[in-house]
Antibody, heavy 120, light 108 residues
Framework: EVQLVQSGAEVKKPGESLKISCKGSGYSFPTKWIGWVRQMPGKGLEWMGIIYPGDSDTRYSPSFQGQVTISADKSMSTTYLQWSSLKASDTAIYYC?????????????WGQGTLVTVSS | SYVLTQPPSVSVAPGQTARITCGGNNFGSKSVHWYQQKPGQAPVLVVYDDDDRPSGIPERFSGSNSGNTATLTISRVEAGDEADYSCQVWDISDRSAVFGGGTKLTVL
C-alpha cells in the first residue's frame, strides 16, 4: 500500500527555522516525483515545488523560489521542506503528494498534511 | 504564469447532476486533473488526464476537456459528495503545476 506519512504539527516564532518531512512507503521511492502543496487557512491549494528523489532534481514555483528549500534523502525514502526564517504568513497546512508518473504530473497519493503555525 | 478559473460555489440537489468548470487558455494542449477535498482531510484525486478515473473512484465522477474549459461532472449527487473541488494542470513553459482556486460543492 502506497503511503506518504508527514511529520507532526509545528508551532514556531517568526524568524525561526523549520524542516518538515514526508516519508514514502509501498512503492519505489526514488522513481516518483514528490510535490509540496501549501494550503493557507480557508484558502485553496498552491503548488510549491517538486523533487525527483532519485537524483534530487528540483523545480520550484516562481512564487516560492528562494522562500523554501525542498530536498530528499532517498536512502531514508524521505523528502523535506524547509524554511530558514519563518514569517507569520507561512502559517498553513503543507501537503506532500506523489506524482502519478505521467508527463502530465498529477498527484495520486497525498500525505496527511503538516500544520505549521507561526506566531509571536 | 498560467491561471485556472473556477466558480467559487456550485449547488445541486441530491440525485441531480453537478457540473464544475475550470477555465484556462489553450486547454487543448494540457491534461486537466481534479481533486476532491473534504473538511479536515487531504485532497483526493478523482479524475486525471481529463477523463480517467483512479481505481476506487465511482463511475459517477467523470471529466471532459474542450476548448478553453474543462468540466468535472458528478452524476446522481450524494450528500457525501459535498466538498471542495480543485482542478490542476502542468504548465510546461514554466515547468510548474497550477491549481484552480477551488469550487465548493453544496448538496442541498
Amino acid at each position: 500500500e502506497v503511503q506518504l506519512v508527514q511529520s507532526g504539527a509545528e508551532v514556531k516564532k517568526p524568524g525561526e527555522s523549520l524542516k518538515i518531512s514526508c516519508k514514502g512507503s509501498g512503492y519505489s521511492f526514488p522513481t516518483k516525483w514528490i510535490g509540496w502543496v501549501r494550503q493557507m487557512p480557508g484558502k485553496g491549494l498552491e503548488w510549491m515545488g517538486i523533487i525527483y528523489p532519485g537524483d534530487s532534481d528540483t523545480r520550484y514555483s516562481p512564487s516560492f523560489q528562494g522562500q523554501v528549500t525542498i530536498s530528499a534523502d532517498k536512502s531514508m525514502s524521505t523528502t523535506y521542506l524547509q524554511w530558514s526564517s519563518l514569517k507569520a504568513s507561512d502559517t498553513a497546512i503543507y501537503y506532500c503528494a506523489r506524482d502519478g508518473g505521467s508527463s502530465s504530473y498529477y498527484f495520486d497519493y497525498w500525505g496527511q498534511g503538516t500544520l505549521v503555525t507561526v506566531s509571536s | 504564469s498560467y491561471v485556472l478559473t473556477q466558480p467559487p460555489s456550485v449547488s445541486v440537489a441530491p440525485g441531480q447532476t453537478a457540473r464544475i468548470t475550470c477555465g484556462g487558455n489553450n486547454f487543448g494542449s494540457k491534461s486537466v486533473h481534479w481533486y476532491q477535498q473534504k473538511p479536515g482531510q487531504a485532497p483526493v484525486l478523482v479524475v486525471y488526464d481529463d477523463d480517467d478515473r483512479p481505481s476506487g473512484i465511482p463511475e459517477r465522477f467523470s471529466g471532459s476537456n474542450s476548448g478553453n474549459t474543462a468540466t468535472l461532472t458528478i452524476s446522481r449527487v450524494e450528500a457525501g459528495d459535498e466538498a471542495d473541488y480543485s482542478c490542476q494542470v502542468w504548465d510546461i513553459s514554466d515547468r510548474s503545476a497550477v491549481f484552480g482556486g477551488g469550487t465548493k460543492l453544496t448538496v442541498l
